[in-house]
């Protein structure tokens, strides 16, 4: 089909109103992201902590590790997205793929965690490094699915926001989680830790998450007209249209630097609270999180007020600033900024999914064919390097400010670390994420999906969902 094809209503009166979607079902519908969160962000909070700090694996390790990691991303997140788009099951083309691969994703996530304590690095890394590559694909196949079923639902942004909304306070209570429950079963300053209460916590976490990934499979179900009436794109055609998409580049552009925002924060957010602030990582959390929590539900009013384009980049204005002040604040400041910069991360939290969802509705018209997992799969391929990016640059700038670890220095805490050391600890968490925000909210500007051109998308796209609708009851 070509680019720009004209959309016809049709004439037997079509539903030409989205779908309303019921509280049940967006309470739901939020489920599957708890179980994805507590997974994810257990996973990203204390996988740089892990193998650095705790088992002594150096930095260049970590960093190859990393960009083999990085290389694979690369391969299999548009594979995905291209399998899902072009299957065409009966039962549907992402809920299978949700349901079963829910307990590998438990598995692969257990397995980070038994590396062999006190082996050589070279055993240490090949460890981390195909476990990392099986949890990913375990989880990169979920996270896309779950992803893609948004804007498939319902064509209203405002059902689309809620339940982006349910999603991200589900998310946002597993991030959590995934926080505290490693930092209760972590080592602290034993001279020879033990690893087993960790572990028999991690088996905890990979158990209810994948449960609850499981649960939301058998509430959310498809509407057929995606994946009996559409024709899938050849590969090639996909490419093209996915890489034509004005509106896709910048908006994949913004979220390279939440990801990479997001990445450093969390993975350095243990180091903030052990080495600079010296306070309860329990306590920097709710810093974090609480306005976090607040400001997702809030989402609805800035998107009412500024459109979705426009709350998010005055969200992420509000983070950069505040991340920035991170290094310039007196210390027993920074747990302010923290709130500031937790309000404003409920943008990329919440209203980014909603973007997307609006970037595959443009692209329906062009190319016929509904394909929110070829965008969600290419968007992974371009941002998840931000999170290599993030956990390579993690170890490099600790050792280049002199940082010292537990593991050089006999397996004990060295609380009063340098000054150059502290000083990386909070580029890590507020500088570079910080400008990484600013750059964000700067790129959107230039976001076409707004106004009336947004106004006449969502009426083009309602007319060709209600010619599918009439051509699925011929099937």
């Not at 997205?81 to 257990?110: N, Q």
């Not at 996909?238 to 990801?259: C, G, H, W, Y």
Request: net charge positive.
């Amino acid at each position: 089909m070509a680019i720009n094809a004209q959309v016809h209503p049709v004439a037997e009166n079509p539903r030409m109103d989205p779908p309303r979607l019921s509280a049940s079902y967006k309470l739901t519908w939020g489920v599957a992201a708890l179980g994805t969160s507590l997974i994810s962000g257990t996973y990203g909070a204390l996988l740089p902590i892990f193998y650095q700090d705790y088992l002594g694996l150096t930095a260049r390790w970590i960093s190859l590790a990393s960009l083999i990691y990085a290389i694979w991303n690369a391969i299999n997140d548009p594979l995905f997205g291209y399998v899902t788009d072009s299957t065409r099951s009966r039962r549907g083309r992402r809920i299978p793929y949700m349901r079963f691969t829910a307990p590998f994703l438990a598995l692969t996530f257990i397995l980070v965690w038994f590396a062999p304590q006190g082996a050589k690095d070279s055993t240490l890394f090949i460890w981390m490094l195909v476990s990392m590559l099986l949890y990913d694909t375990a989880y990169t196949i979920i996270g896309l699915v779950y992803s893609a079923l948004l804007p498939e639902v319902s064509e209203s942004d405002a059902e689309r926001n809620g339940l982006q909304v349910s999603a991200s306070l589900f998310g946002l209570l597993g991030m959590i989680l995934g926080f505290l429950i490693p930092d209760l079963f972590r080592p602290k300053a034993e001279m020879s830790p033990s690893f087993l209460p960790l572990q028999l916590s991690m088996i905890a976490i990979a158990l209810i998450g994948a449960g609850c990934i499981i649960l939301t499979s058998f509430k959310v179900k498809e509407r057929p007209e995606f994946h009996l009436v559409d024709q899938p794109l050849k590969p090639l055609d996909a490419l093209k249209f996915t890489f034509t998409s004005k509106s896709f580049l910048i908006l994949v552009t913004q979220n390279f630097m939440s990801i990479l925002m997001q990445s450093l924060v969390l993975g350095t957010l243990f180091y903030l609270a052990d080495y600079v602030l010296k306070m309860s990582t329990i306590l920097l959390i709710l810093c974090l999180f609480i306005p976090l929590i607040i400001g997702v539900p809030l989402t609805q009013v800035l998107r009412k007020r500024f459109g979705v384009v426009g709350a998010q980049q005055l969200l992420l204005a509000i983070a950069g600033v505040a991340l920035i002040l991170v290094v310039v604040v007196p210390t027993p400041l920074i747990p302010v900024c923290l709130v500031l910069a937790g309000f404003g991360l409920a943008g990329p939290q919440t209203l980014t999914n909603v973007l997307f969802g609006q970037v595959a509705d443009e692209d329906e018209l062009r190319s016929g064919v509904r394909r929110e997992g070829a965008f969600f799969g290419v968007n992974a391929l371009l941002t998840k390097p931000a999170q290599s990016v993030a956990l390579a640059l993690t170890p490099f700038i600790l050792e280049a400010t002199q940082f010292v670890t537990r593991d050089a220095n006999q397996g004990q805490i060295f609380l009063n670390q340098p000054a150059s050391a502290l000083f990386g600890i909070k580029a890590l968490v507020g500088l570079i994420p910080g400008v990484a925000m600013l750059l964000g909210a700067a790129i959107l500007s230039a976001f076409p999906l707004r106004g009336a051109y947004l106004e006449r998308v969502k009426q083009e796209m309602l007319a060709l969902h209600a010619e599918k609708r009439a051509r699925l009851t011929n099937l």
